[in-house]
């Protein structure tokens, strides 16, 4: 019997973005799909420690809405060394050129 009703959901990838960093930094280096699928996994791991700090730090301050600042905060804490300076950096190049690109 086929069961009916339940929606799929569906998970958002990493790996085009992987695939296109890899390029830009070793153009004539692979990765296999099994690397491939594990830094994805890690990638969402990252991602979804980071939003749970950040979360915690709106509820810590008492405040209703997530800041610019509780992001990078929030990555200070969980990345370490050179990681979490290239991050932070990175992060307000990204914040400065949305923020330019959406004023009227």
């Known amino acids: 019997m086929k069961k009916s ?5 569906s998970r958002r990838g990493f790996g085009i973005y992987i695939h296109r960093t ?8 692979q990765m296999s799909k099994k690397a491939m699928l594990v830094m994805d996994s890690f990638m969402h791991d990252v991602l979804q420690r980071v939003a749970e700090v950040a979360a915690q730090l709106v509820v810590i301050q008492k ?5 610019c600042q509780d992001i990078e905060t929030a990555v200070k804490l969980l ?7 290239h ?6 190049k990204a914040y400065a050129r ?3 690109s959406t004023r009227v």
């Open 5 to 9: 009703g339940g929606m799929r959901r």
């Open 22 to 29: 890899l390029r830009r930094v070793k153009p004539n280096c």
């Open 63 to 67: 405040r209703k809405t997530l800041i």
């Open 79 to 85: 990345l370490s060394g050179e990681l979490m300076l």
């Open 87 to 92: 991050a932070v950096s990175e992060g307000t």
């Open 98 to 100: 949305y923020t330019g």
